[in-house]
C-alpha cells in the first residue's frame, strides 16, 4: 500500500489497517503500530495519530502507555 493511500484513508479505515497490520506483524497492538507509522516511518501526521488513538480506545482497545 502506497504512503498516500494511508493519508487518504478516513479515521476509521485507518484503525481497521493498524489492527490487521498489528495482527499481521504478530505484535497484535495496534498503537504500537500507529506510533510506527506516525513516529518511526512518517507516514501519518501528529494529528492523525491522535484521531487514531481516540478511534482504537473508543473500540476498546486500550492504549499501549496504560
Known amino acids: ?9 478516513s ?9 490487521s497490520m498489528a495482527e499481521f506483524n504478530g505484535h497484535n497492538d495496534p498503537h504500537k503500530t ?3 507509522y506516525c513516529r518511526w ?13 481516540a478511534e482504537l480506545v473508543s473500540r476498546g482497545i486500550d492504549s499501549w502507555d496504560n
Open 41 to 53: 516511518h512518517g507516514v501519518i501526521s501528529e494529528e492523525r495519530y491522535e484521531e487514531a488513538i
Open 11 to 19: 479515521v476509521s479505515e485507518y484503525c481497521d489497517l493498524l489492527i
Open 1 to 9: 500500500m502506497l504512503n498516500e493511500e494511508i493519508v487518504a484513508m
Open 34 to 36: 500507529n506510533w510506527d
